[in-house]
């Protein structure tokens, strides 16, 4: 099975800042990759898939960007409304959509 | 608009089952692919599996099978999650998710869940 990782597992940014996440697979996965945000007690909300499209809606402070095993979700600008825990999962067999175990993301 | 509304909290003993509901309103279900994903206090996300009502076909991770049964029920807009033999790492909120499929080739897609229930807290305890 393909194994999922994401680093760091929490950060901490001021408002502004630059936020870069990574999420890495064990074997390639090309681009089927999507990244989720949840706020704290909030539902899932998709960011972005295959690997680097933004869903509709979305602001554009967020891209992803990656291929094989190493990708990354970027926060251009921090917001106060960012903070959230930021799941990357994998889609590349339509039986085993693995989720990464998930960065925290807060305010310095 | 389109939303997807769960069924309420349950409390169950282990060993026993529970099924929750997932109600599509507003929009086309039998176009819909169905998933349920979970997760555990404070833990991450779990894909269960799916079912995509037009077709009848459902798919499990390997985790649960043999343990979850998926079904549909097209004249209400409704899917079901039953999860059997309860056991206190159960414990979780279960959600349901519309998934979309962007087929690129026969056999591959992109797909993603860019819609979500509110979540149904399942609680095992004795």
């Known amino acids: 099975d393909i194994q999922m990782t994401q680093s760091p597992s929490s950060l901490s940014a001021s408002v502004g800042g630059r936020v870069t996440i990574t999420c890495r697979a064990s074997?390639?996965?090309?681009?089927?990759l999507a990244w989720y945000q949840q706020k704290p007690g909030n539902v899932p909300k998709l960011l972005i898939y295959?690997?680097?499209t933004l869903q509709s809606g979305v602001p554009s402070r967020f891209s992803g960007s990656g291929s094989g095993t190493d990708f990354t979700l970027t926060i251009s600008s921090l917001q106060p409304e960012d903070v959230a825990t930021y799941y990357c999962?994998?889609?590349?067999?339509?039986?085993?959509?693995?989720f990464g175990p998930g960065t925290k993301v807060d305010i310095k | 608009q389109v939303q997807l509304v769960q069924s309420g909290a349950e409390v169950k003993k282990p060993g026993s089952s529970v099924k929750v509901s997932c109600k599509a309103s507003?929009?086309?279900?039998?176009?819909?692919?169905i998933s349920w994903v979970r997760q555990a206090p404070g833990q991450g996300l779990e894909w269960m599996g799916r079912?995509?009502?037009?077709?009848?076909?459902?798919n499990y991770a390997q985790k649960f099978q043999g343990r979850v049964t998926i079904t549909a029920d097209k004249s209400t807009s409704t899917a079901y999650m039953e999860l059997s033999s309860l056991r206190s790492e159960d414990t979780a909120v279960y959600y349901c998710?519309?998934?979309?499929?962007?087929?690129?080739?026969?056999?591959?897609?992109?797909?993603?869940?860019?819609?979500w229930g509110r979540g149904t807290l399942v609680t095992v305890s004795s």
């Open positions: 295959a690997a680097s």
């Open positions: 998710a519309r998934e979309t499929e962007e087929m690129i080739t026969t056999t591959m897609a992109h797909r993603y869940f860019d819609l």
């Open positions: 507003g929009g086309t279900f039998i176009s819909y692919i």
């Open positions: 999962q994998k889609y590349n067999s339509a039986l085993d959509l693995t």
């Open positions: 079912i995509i009502p037009i077709v009848e076909e459902t």
């Open positions: 074997q390639g996965i090309s681009n089927y």
